[in-house]
Every structure is written in C-alpha cells, then in structure tokens.
C-alpha cells in the first residue's frame, strides 16, 4: 500500500499541494537566509585573483630558476594557506558598548554602491617545490632555496627543488 492510498483524490491534492509550497518556501528562505555579504560574483573574482597571484609567483621562481640552472625546463608549484583577502574602508562607531561598522561606499557608472577598497591582503605563501634540470644537484638545490627562502620568507624545509631528465 502506498503512502497516498488511504487518502481521497481532495484530501491527497490538499496534501500534494501543501507539500508542494512547503519545498517552495524553503528553497526561497534558504537562498535568501545566506549568511554573509558575498555573492558568487564575488568569490569567483577572490578567486581568480589569487590564481592570478600564484601564477605570477610561480612565473617569477620558474623565471629565475631557469637564469640559475641555464634550463629551460622549469616546473614550479607554489602553496597558499588562504585566498586573497579584501579590507574595505568602513565608518565605526561606539555607543554604550555597541560598536556599529558601515562601508564607505561610491556610486559606480552603473549606479551600483559599490565599498572602498583599503588593501588587498595576499594569500600566505606556505610551500614552494621546482623540478627542473638540475635539481639533484646539491649547488642548484641550494642557491635555488637560498633565493626562494630570502624572497618570501620562507625555511628551507617548506621548499622542495627535485631533479629532471
């Protein structure tokens, strides 16, 4: 016997539909109950932005890894513990214990509020490891961790160079 088989044609389309606007309630409080102030837009931009950053350091450690071995088959993957961080200019203000925070905002061409940017905080560079030709020898190895550990403030144990053929 199935669920719906004890009920009568009105009393199950009563039920139907009351189930129906029950799913429809809670798939339109649960998009507009998100926390937060960010949308997909937005994080999709974080995001690219700190592909970006990776990609220009790992560009730039390939580039000089290549002027140090004279190879240039040079592979570089660098680790970050976060994503790029935004910290926006805000107006603050105290009052019996209560602080409030309002963004400073301007008016964009398409009449949009959009927050002061204050400054972009790069993500933390936690591992760097370059394969190249060359990397098993201990001199490469060590001018490579050497340059890399001085740029970014890195210890020799979070960077790894490793030989190719």
């Not at 799913?23 to 937005?42: D, M, Q, R, W, Y």
């Not at 926006?88 to 203000?93: C, K, L, P, V």
């Not at 400073?104 to 398409?110: E, H, K, L, Y």
Request: charged fraction near 25%; proline fraction near 2%.
């Amino acid at each position: 016997m199935s669920f719906f088989g004890g009920l009568t044609g009105k009393k199950k389309n009563v039920l139907l539909l009351a189930v129906g606007l029950i799913g429809i309630a809670l798939i339109l409080f649960g998009s507009a109950g998100k926390h937060g102030t960010e949308n997909n837009t937005e994080i999709s931009e974080k995001k690219d932005v700190t592909m970006e950053y990776i990609e220009r350091i790992e560009n730039k450690i390939g580039n000089i890894a290549e002027e140090i071995t004279g190879s240039g088959r040079v592979r570089v993957i660098v680790s970050v513990a976060s994503g790029s961080e935004f910290q926006y200019i805000t107006n603050e203000e105290s009052r019996e214990g209560h602080t409030s925070k309002e963004y400073v905002t301007v008016r964009s061409d398409g009449g949009a509020d959009q927050p002061v940017l204050l400054r972009e905080i790069y993500p933390e560079i936690v591992g760097v490891s370059v394969a190249c030709r060359g990397g098993d020898s201990p001199e490469i190895q060590e001018k490579l961790i050497r340059v890399i550990s001085t740029t970014f403030g890195l210890g020799s144990n979070r960077i790894c160079i490793v030989g190719i053929s």
